[in-house]
C-alpha cells in the first residue's frame, strides 16, 4: 500500500498517468542541465532525482501583475516543461489555475503555511505596494506586502519570477504612487531567487526547480540574486546580429534594407550590449526565436528597473539618462561591451551572495 501511495506521489506515478515517457523524461532533464550550463555527467543524477521526487507543494501568488508570467509558464511546450513542470510539484495555490476561490481558496494558502511550514515553495509574480499601508493590492482583506511576509517567510525557498516580483517593475517606474518594490525590499532577509524579464523565461525557472530538486539547493547567483547559468553573459557576446555590428551594418530606419537583411539594431536603440541575460539561446516560443532575431532592438527587460534605467528604448545606448557612459556612438564598440563585462565580473565576484552548492560526483 505504502509503496502505491509513493508511486502515486512520486513525479514517475504522475508522468507514467499522463502519458510522459521515460525518454520524454530524460530530454526534459537534458535541456534542463543545458540550460543550468551544467555538464552531462549529471543527467543521470538528475534524471534519478526529478523521477524519485516525492512532490512538493508549491504556492504560486500573485500581486501587482499582469499574469504574464503565469501565462508564460502554462504555455510553454519544449518539450513539455508546463507538463512536467506541472507534475514536479503539487500546486496547492496558484490563483490563475485553481478551482477554488474566496475563502476556501485562502483557507488552502493558510493550510499550506502551517502544514507545510520550512519545506513549500513559494513563487511570487507582480510587484508588491508599499505606501498607504498596502492597500492597492488586497487579496481576502489582506494586503499583498502582509501575504508576501506570511508566505514567504515560512517557505523553503521563494522564486520571484518575473521583473515586477523581482524589482517592482513597471508599477514601481516613476512616478510610482502605489510605492511598489520587489520581494527582496518587501520581505528582506528571506531564502529568494529572481527571475528578473518581461516575462520571465520559463525554461530558466523550470531550470532552477530542477535544479533545486536535484541539488537540494537553489543555483549560484550574481549580485542581483539571479542566477548566474541565464544572467552571466552580455546579450551582445551572444546575438546572431554581432558580425553586422562588428562590421558597422546597422539598421537606420524601420523597414530599411538593412532591417531587411538583419543588420546590427544598435542604432535603433537595442541595450544588447548593457544587458545580461540567455534570450538568446534560451529563446521563445519552443525555441523559435527572441525579439533581436524577430527585429526589435533588445529593451534590457531582464536588467534591474529597466523601465525606468533603459528607457527610452529607442534611444541609443550613450544618451539613455542614467546609464553613465561617457562616450558616443562611435565609440561605443568594444570598450562598452568590455566595460559591461568588467562591471559584471568584478562586482559579481565581489558581492556575489550565494556560490554554487557542491555538486555530488556521478556517473551517468
Ligand atoms: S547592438 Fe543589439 S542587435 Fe546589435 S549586435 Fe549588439 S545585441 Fe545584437
Redesign the pocket.
Known amino acids: 500500500m505504502l509503496a502505491v501511495e509513493t508511486e502515486q506521489a512520486s513525479l514517475a506515478g504522475a508522468l507514467g498517468r499522463r502519458g510522459i515517457t521515460r525518454r520524454q523524461l530524460v530530454k526534459f532533464c537534458s535541456l534542463m542541465l543545458t540550460t543550468l550550463a551544467l555538464p552531462d555527467k549529471y543527467l543521470a543524477a538528475t534524471v534519478a532525482a526529478v523521477s524519485k521526487a516525492k512532490k512538493q507543494v508549491l504556492v504560486w501568488m500573485q500581486f501587482q501583475d499582469c499574469a504574464g508570467c503565469s501565462e508564460s509558464m502554462l504555455r510553454s511546450s519544449h518539450p513539455e516543461i508546463a507538463d512536467i513542470v506541472l507534475d514536479l510539484f503539487s500546486w496547492e495555490y496558484h490563483e490563475l489555475i485553481m478551482a477554488g476561490s474566496g475563502a476556501a481558496a485562502n483557507a488552502v494558502l493558510d493550510r499550506v503555511v502551517t502544514q507545510e511550514k520550512g519545506n513549500y515553495i513559494a513563487v511570487v509574480e507582480g510587484g508588491i505596494p508599499t505606501a498607504d499601508g498596502g492597500v492597492y493590492c488586497t487579496i481576502g482583506g489582506r494586503s499583498a506586502l502582509d501575504i508576501a511576509k506570511t508566505v514567504c517567510g515560512n517557505a523553503a525557498a521563494t522564486i520571484a519570477v518575473g521583473a515586477c516580483a523581482a524589482d517592482g517593475g513597471f508599477m514601481r517606474a516613476h512616478p510610482n504612487p502605489t510605492g511598489a518594490v520587489g520581494l527582496e525590499e518587501a520581505v528582506p532577509g528571506i531564502r529568494l531567487i529572481n527571475m528578473n524579464g518581461c516575462a520571465h523565461n520559463p525554461v530558466n525557472t523550470a531550470a532552477v526547480l530542477v535544479h533545486y530538486l536535484t541539488f537540494r539547493d537553489l543555483p549560484a547567483v550574481d549580485q542581483h540574486n539571479r542566477p548566474l547559468f541565464a544572467y552571466g553573459r552580455?546579450?551582445?557576446d551572444?546575438?546572431?546580429?554581432?558580425?553586422?555590428?562588428?562590421a558597422g551594418r546597422?539598421?537606420t530606419e524601420w523597414g530599411d534594407e538593412g532591417h531587411r537583411k538583419g543588420?546590427?539594431?544598435?542604432k535603433m536603440g537595442?541595450?544588447?550590449?548593457a544587458?545580461t541575460f540567455n534570450c538568446?539561446t534560451a529563446q521563445w516560443n519552443d525555441h523559435t526565436s527572441w525579439p533581436?532575431r524577430a527585429g526589435h532592438?533588445?529593451i534590457a527587460c531582464a536588467s534591474p528597473r529597466f523601465w525606468d534605467h533603459m528607457s527610452p528604448f529607442y534611444d541609443r545606448?550613450p544618451s539613455v539618462p542614467g546609464f553613465g557612459v561617457e562616450v558616443t556612438a562611435g565609440e561605443l564598440g568594444l570598450g562598452l561591451v568590455g566595460a559591461v563585462v568588467a562591471g559584471v565580473t568584478v562586482h559579481g565576484l565581489i558581492t556575489m551572495i550565494r556560490p554554487a552548492p557542491p555538486y555530488p560526483e556521478t556517473k551517468v
Open positions: 552580455v546579450i551582445h551572444q546575438c546572431e546580429r554581432r558580425a553586422h555590428y562588428d546597422f539598421v543588420y546590427c539594431l544598435y537595442c541595450k544588447g550590449p544587458a538568446p533581436i532592438g533588445c545606448l
